[in-house]
Nanobody, 127 residues
Framework: QVHLVQSGGGLVQAGGSLTLSCVASGYTFSNYAMGWFRQAPGKEREFVASISYTGNMDYYSESVKGRFIVSRDNGKNTVHLQMDNLKPEDTAVYYC????????????????????WGQGTQVTVSS
């Protein structure tokens, strides 16, 4: 049974930093890309970042590029999302997700390419 368990998140002031983590179990983590999504109040869930199965390729939405970094540790079945220079508009529930593919690219940002999801974690950025 696949599980994605998230940790991190919380309340931070604008300009601050947070790191989210997601530990996977129940499948061969190192064979699949991973992604991060977020859902702000009243909005649809949106793609944030993804990383390939080896960790040597990543892709970001324009809204977070240059501020967020996605990384993974295949030895620990863990993916991280380091978020720097946070803005109030980054406030959302963040989700990690396991891709159905090995690769991360702009063509694979839709939710249909991700089969399993974490429980979500709240990130709140105050102004």
């Amino acid at each position: 049974q696949v599980h994605l368990v998230q940790s991190g998140g919380g309340l931070v002031q604008a300009g601050g930093s947070l790191t989210l983590s997601c530990v996977a179990s129940g499948y061969t983590f190192s064979n699949y890309a991973m992604g991060w999504f977020r859902q702000a109040p009243g909005k649809e869930r949106e793609f944030v970042a993804s990383i390939s199965y080896t960790g040597n390729m990543d892709y970001y939405s324009e809204s977070v590029k240059g501020r967020f970094i996605v990384s993974r540790d295949n030895g620990k079945n863990t993916v991280h999302l380091q978020m720097d220079n946070l803005k109030p508009e980054d406030t959302a529930v963040y989700y990690c997700a396991s891709s159905t593919s090995k690769y991360a690219s702009e063509r694979m940002t839709a939710e249909r390419y991700f089969g399993f999801w974490g429980q979500g974690t709240q990130v709140t950025v105050s102004s």
